[in-house]
């Protein structure tokens, strides 16, 4: 079966704590190797005589298993008032078609009748965490799968205690959102912990109400921290992972360390049924303290934007390039009039540090630049046809994902290109054609669309010059003395001559 990405709100399945498992070692006991003359030798469980469990004299065993009880006990009893159940209400609207067109399969899209547009209301549950007070308004962080297009919010206490309360703002790109009720009575707030410090085999606990049971525990380790998102996540954050059950329900709760801190919102668990097996992800908590801060005062989140189209980079494309051993962002396309452009970066820059800090890759660069402050000067190193370059510039705020589509006209080249390799050209079954060049994908609505150029063409000459790799071709596009760019490219049999102004 493959393995799916599963939002963890409204359902799932809770479990045994990790605790029984260190019970069943600690009774079972040390078990012993024999040295031989070959090495350390297993000796054989038949070996073992078998008896009962003397606890008089297994006071240590019991000892470190009452203090770890002890120490669940106590984050337990810190953390359950302050992580709340969050019960929604969403309005679900149809477009009032009475039944599909069964023409549509063989036709296409067929006009249909027009029936009376219809609304059914949906009940969905998750988690949330208090995480601040001001005066009287208590907010509490949650998912944006869990609360960001509710039209009912109610919060529900440890105690039975109930609120209604309202969206204060929400954030698609790292699925978090921040609701707001108001009460006078005493509520405790969680305490915030660094999700920066924790480690590969560091206990945590994951607090919510999977399956609408509230006040819900469970335990585990940190399985791994850097996660990236997958297919359906969301990509503006990293995530821990964690064996400690999340659930359907669980969205939107609490993922604290041994200290009662949170250190993380859990979100999503990847599956093979839809049920929990060991592989939860939460967004460190890091990634959402100022996300807290924006929502409160701006109701948004606000994002860092340098102003470039990038992405991964052909393995065969390092030679062309001159890039070595280099690894980091490769640079398809500068938006004009963005800081990036300002700042001298280029189409075919490899950008691999920011203020010293060293890139793996393009969603490296996403997560370090979008969590910066709008504002903020930073210095890039970069791989510019085989020399290493520093450029420093100032961030700007990045628009929403509406407002960056519909500046595609803006983005130079507005394509990307692609070396001819023996898999590509049998992919696109190029023949004997002599060319070394590929166009890639074409930015809707940018220069190149807009002129003519095509996915598949291919590129001959630029600038008059020949290109026959990467390195001629980001070399004359780059070339500041004309402002037309001239492509010699080849379709279909056809030659043609394309021109881009920058």
Known sequence: MSLRKVASSRWFAPSVTAALALAAGLAVGALRFGAGAGGST??????????????????????????????????????????????????????????????????????????????????????????????????????????????????????????????????????????????????????????????????????????????TVTAGIVSAIGRRSVQGAAGFTDYIQTDAAINQGNSGGALVNIYGQVVGINSWIASTSGGNIGLGFAIPINNAKRAIDDFITKGRSEYGWIGINMGGLQPQAAEDLRLGEARGAFVYGVFKGSPAEKAGLQPGDLITRVDGVALKDSSDLLLTIGNLTPGRRVELELVRAGSTQRLSLQVAARADEKQLAAQSSKVWPGFSVLKITDDVRAQLNLGNSDAGLVIGAVDQGGPADVAGLKSGDLITKVGGREVRNLGDFYKALNNPGSREVLFAIQRQGNNLIIGLVR
């Not at 469990?53 to 302050?82: C, E, H, M, W, Y």
């Not at 965490?129 to 944006?144: A, C, I, M, Q, S």
Request: hydrophobic letters at 40%; glycine letters at 10%; a negative charge.
């Open 42 to 215: 297993l000796i054989p469980a038949e070996s073992f005589t078998a008896r009962a469990v003397d606890f008089n004299t297994n006071q240590d065993g019991i000892q470190t298993l009452q203090s770890l009880q002890n120490a669940f006990r106590a984050v337990a009893a810190k953390v359950l008032p302050s992580v709340v159940q969050v019960d929604v209400v969403d309005v679900v609207k149809n477009s009032g078609a009475d039944f599909p067109n069964p023409f549509e399969f063989f036709f296409g899209p067929q006009r249909q009748r027009q029936g009376q547009p219809r609304e059914f209301r949906q009940q969905g549950l998750g988690s949330g965490v208090v995480v601040r007070r001001n005066g009287e308004k208590l907010y509490v962080l949650t998912n944006d799968h869990v609360a960001g297009e509710a039209e009912q919010i109610n919060i529900k206490l440890q105690d039975g205690r109930s609120y209604k309360a309202k969206l204060v703002g929400r954030d698609e790109n790292k699925d978090l959102a921040l609701v707001m009720f108001e009460t006078r009575e005493n509520i405790p707030v969680a305490e915030i912990g660094d999700s920066g410090s924790l480690m590969v085999g560091d206990w945590v606990l994951a607090v919510g109400s999977p399956l609408g049971f509230e006040s």
